[in-house]
C-alpha cells in the first residue's frame, strides 16, 4: 500500500474521519487500554512518586549520556556482546546487513521493535533480497498486509477480527473463522517454524542497564525470548537513549512500563540478557550484536526543551489519551510515532519542514503529559517546535500559512501596544453599568 | 478587596454576559471591582501558535496595565487566559527583569473559580438556579492550575442546583484554540463525543470555566435543536430565579 506521509497530516486525518471501522477500533482501544491504565496504576502505593522518580533517573542519564552509554558498551562487551555504533539509520541498516551477509544468513526473524520500523530496516532488507520475519503477532499480521504500525505497542489496532481472518485467508490458505484462538493457532504454527529455521533473530531494546551491559525487552506472547534465544545470532537495535544506571533502576521502570503501555502489572515475559552464552550447554545465542544508535538523538539532546524527548520510554499511553489519536488514528500522521510523541520526536528526527504540521496536530488539552510515566511536557515541546516552525528557529521551513498568520499576529501586537485598539468599546460600557450591590 | 478584572477577548467581544455576571458575583461577596480598558489580549493565540515575540510583546502590555491596577488580585474568567499569565515567565527566559515582574503578576493572578473558593473562602454566593446542572473541565484550567473541585464546590453551593457529573468531564471539547480552525473536522470529531455525554446527563445547563470550550460546546448544542444551555460558571452564580 502506499504509505502516507506527515505532509498530508490534514488530508490524512480527514480521510481516517471518514472510515467507520477504524474508528470503531479506536474507540475499542481509548476505552479498553485506557481503562485498564487508570485501574493498573491505582495497584503501586505511590504512583506520582514513582513518576517522579523515572523521570530523575532518565535526567540524570541524560545530564551525562555519553558517560552511561560508554559505561553500558563497555560492560556488554566485557559480557561477551559485540557493541557496534552507528550514527544514523542508514548506518544501523548497513550493520544489520553487513552481519547478515558475514554470517550468510537466510532465515532471519524479528520481534518488535520501534527502533528498527524508526529506521525502515524491514525495507532495507527486503532491498537486499532478505525477508525478515515479524514474530510478534500484531507486527506480523501488519507485514502480511504490506502495511505499517498505526500504534507503537498495539501496531494492529486499527484492524477489525474480521479484517485479520480475511487476510489469514488470503496468505495462509486458512478456512476462515472468526475464533481468535483459531487465528492466534494458525498465526503460531507458521511463526513457530520460522523460528526453528532461523539462523539470526533481531530485536529491540527497552532499557540498558550501563552497570552490567544487560539488555531487558518486555513483551507478552514469548516471541521476544525465542528471538533471542534460539538463533545462533541476535542483533539488538538500541536508541542511546535507553540506558539507565543500574539494575535496580529496572525496579522503578518495570512498575511504570506496562501499567502505562498495556496496563498490565507486569508483561508475561521479561528477557533480561546479558551478553552471549557462558558455556557450551548453556541455551542462547552464541553471539549477541548490540547496535547502539543515535539518529537525531544527540541533536535532541542539545536544548533542555527537546532533551526531555528523549525521557520516553515507548509505552504509547499517550497515544491512548490523546483526543487527536483517538479520532484520526497513528497511520493518519504519516510517521513512524504517531500521537503525541510522534509529534514531538517526528519533525526532530526527519526535519520539521518534511513534519511542519505534527506539533500543531493537538489541541493542547494535555492529557498526554497527565498519563506520561516519565512526566514529558508533551504540550511544552509542542509549543517549543510550533516556534520552531514559525519562527525558523530550527532547520525547517516555515508554516504555508505562516505569512498571512504571521501578518494578523502582528497586527493584533502592534494594535495592542499602540492603544489598545484591539478591543471592542462595548464590554467597558456593560461591566461599569452592571450591576450595583 | 480589590479586584482588577481580567475579561479575556472572547468575553469581551463574543460573550459579555460572562463578564458582567463576574463583576456581579465579585461585588456580591465584597469586593471592589476596578477594570482597565486599556487592557487587550494576553497574547495566547499568538503564543500556542509560535509567534513567541509577538506573545512577548502583549505580555509585557499585560504586565505594565495589570501593574498599574494597584490592586490586591487580577481575576479571570477564564482558566486558559489565567494559565497563560502564568506561562509568561516562559517568554522571558533571558531577561531577567521582565521575568520578575511576570511571575509577581502571575502570583496575583486568578482564575474566577480559584479565586471565590481558595482566596475568598466562599463557596456559596448566594445564587439559585433550578434544574440538573453538569460541569466540563476545561483543559487549562484542569490540568494546568489544577482546578477541579473549586467549581463543583460552587455549583453546588447554588439553591435549587442537583449537581450532576459528567462522565469523562476532563476529556478536551475539540476547542483548543486556532486548532479549530486549522483542523476543524477533528475538533467537530472530538466535541461529537463531548456532546453526546452532555445530552446523555439530562441537564438544563452545562457550565464550564471558559468561555471558549462553551462555544465550541454551545455552538454544536443550538445547530442540534438541543434543550441544553450552555453557561458559564459566572452565569450560573449571578443566577437568582428563587
Keep these: 500500500m502506499d504509505h502516507l506521509t506527515s505532509e498530508t497530516f490534514d488530508q490524512n486525518a480527514r480521510d481516517a474521519l471518514r472510515d467507520p471501522q477504524l474508528r470503531g477500533a479506536l474507540r475499542n482501544l481509548a476505552n479498553t487500554i485506557g481503562d485498564r491504565r487508570k485501574f493498573a496504576i491505582t495497584t503501586v502505593d505511590d504512583w506520582e512518586a514513582l513518576r517522579e522518580q523515572a523521570r530523575a533517573i532518565k535526567d540524570q542519564v541524560l545530564s551525562h549520556l555519553d558517560e552511561y552509554v560508554e559505561a553500558f558498551a563497555v560492560n556488554a562487551e566485557r559480557a561477551g556482546a559485540t557493541v557496534h555504533w552507528a550514527h544514523d539509520a542508514a548506518g544501523a541498516c548497513e550493520i544489520v546487513i553487513r552481519l547478515l551477509r558475514e554470517r550468510s544468513a537466510t532465515q532471519v526473524v524479528k520481534s518488535k521493535s520501534m527502533a528498527t520500523e524508526e529506521i525502515h530496516l524491514n525495507a532495507a532488507l527486503e532491498a537486499e533480497g532478505l525477508s525478515p520475519i515479524e514474530t510478534d503477532l500484531g507486527e506480523w499480521i501488519i507485514q502480511l498486509a504490506r502495511e505499517t504500525p ?54 529491540g531494546v527497552n532499557f540498558g542497564v550501563a552497570e552490567t551491559g544487560t539488555i531487558l525487552i518486555l513483551e507478552n506472547e514469548g516471541n521476544v525470548r525465542l528471538t533471542t534465544s534460539l538463533p545462533r545470532t541476535h542483533i539488538a537495535l538500541m536508541g542511546i537513549e535507553k540506558v539507565i544506571p543500574r539494575l535496580v533502576d529496572l525496579d522503578v521502570f518495570l512498575k511504570l512500563l506496562p501499567r502505562s503501555g498495556t496496563g498490565q502489572r507486569l508483561t508475561a515475559y521479561q528477557s533480561l540478557i546479558t551478553g552471549v552464552k557462558r558455556s557450551a550447554t548453556d541455551e542462547g545465542p552464541e553471539e549477541v ?44 500522521y504519516g510517521s513512524v510515532y504517531p500521537g503525541p510523541i510522534g509529534a514531538v520526536i517526528t519533525p526532530q528526527l526527519i526535519g520539521i519542514g518534511k513534519a511542519a504540521q505534527l506539533p500543531f496536530a493537538s489541541s493542547l488539552c494535555g492529557a498526554c503529559r497527565e498519563v506520561c510515566p516519565v512526566k514529558i511536557d508533551i504540550p511544552e515541546l509542542l509549543l517549543h517546535l510550533r516556534a520552531e516552525v514559525v519562527e525558523g528557529t530550527g532547520s525547517g521551513t516555515a508554516d504555508q500559512k505562516g505569512p498571512v498568520k504571521r501578518k494578523l499576529m502582528e497586527r493584533i501586537a502592534f494594535e495592542a501596544k499602540v492603544d489598545g485598539a484591539y478591543r471592542l468599546p462595548s464590554l467597558r460600557v456593560r461591566v461599569v453599568q452592571s450591576s450595583s450591590v | 478587596m480589590r479586584v482588577s478584572l481580567f475579561v479575556t477577548c472572547l468575553v469581551d467581544q463574543l460573550w459579555p454576559e460572562v463578564g458582567t455576571s463576574a ?17 487587550t489580549c494576553c497574547g495566547q493565540p499568538a503564543f500556542n501558535t509560535g509567534y513567541r515575540s509577538d506573545a512577548r510583546v502583549l505580555a509585557r502590555r499585560f504586565i505594565e496595565i495589570f501593574e498599574d491596577a494597584g490592586a490586591d488580585a487580577i481575576v479571570s474568567p477564564s482558566g486558559s487566559c489565567t494559565a497563560m499569565v502564568h506561562h509568561f515567565h516562559q517568554l522571558f527566559e533571558d531577561d531577567e527583569h521582565w521575568r520578575k515582574r511576570a511571575e509577581a503578576i502571575a502570583q496575583r493572578t486568578h482564575e474566577f473559580s480559584s479565586f471565590l473558593v481558595n482566596v475568598l473562602g466562599v463557596d456559596d454566593v448566594g445564587a439559585s438556579f433550578r434544574g440538573r446542572v453538569t460541569w466540563h473541565d476545561a483543559c487549562h484550567g484542569l490540568r494546568d492550575l489544577n482546578l477541579h473541585s473549586e467549581p463543583r464546590r460552587l455549583i453546588k453551593g447554588v439553591r435549587g442546583v442537583e449537581f450532576v457529573e459528567l462522565p469523562n468531564a476532563d476529556a478536551c471539547c475539540g476547542f483548543g484554540g486556532t486548532f479549530s480552525v486549522k483542523y476543524p473536522e477533528i475538533s467537530v470529531a472530538i466535541l461529537d463525543n463531548k456532546i453526546a455525554e452532555i445530552e446523555k446527563a439530562g441537564v438544563r445547563a452545562v ?13 454544536r448544542l443550538t445547530r442540534q435543536k438541543s434543550g441544553v444551555r450552555a453557561m458559564h460558571l459566572a452565569e450560573l452564580l449571578a443566577s437568582r430565579e428563587d
Excluded at chain 1, 507503537?152 to 484462538?181: C, M, N, R, T, Y
Excluded at chain 2, 457550565?207 to 455552538?219: E, K, N, P, V, Y
Aim: glycine share 8%; net charge positive.
Design chain 1, 289 to 332: 550484536h548490540i547496535i547502539l544508535m543515535d539518529n537525531g538523538r544527540s541533536r535532541m539532546l542539545a536544548h533542555p526543551v527537546t532533551r526531555q524527548s528523549l525521557a520516553c520510554i515507548r509505552c504509547g499511553a499517550c497515544l491512548n489519551a490523546c483526543p487527536v489519536y483517538q479520532q484520526v488514528g497513528g497511520h493518519a
Design chain 1, 150 to 203: 498505526s500504534h507503537i505497542v498495539v501496531p494492529a489496532i486499527h484492524k477489525s477480527k474480521k479484517q485479520i481472518a480475511e487476510l489469514f485467508v488470503e496468505k495462509l490458505g486458512i478456512e476462515l473463522s472468526d475464533d481468535v484462538a483459531v487465528l492466534t493457532r494458525a498465526a503460531r504454527r507458521v511463526l513457530r517454524q520460522r523460528f526453528v529455521e532461523a539462523q539470526v533473530g533481531i530485536s
Design chain 2, 23 to 39: 463583576v456581579e458575583v465579585l461585588r456580591r461577596t465584597g469586593c471592589e471591582v476596578v477594570f482597565d480598558e486599556r487592557q
Design chain 2, 207 to 219: 457550565t464550564s470555566g471558559d468561555a471558549s470550550c462553551l462555544m465550541q460546546i454551545r455552538g
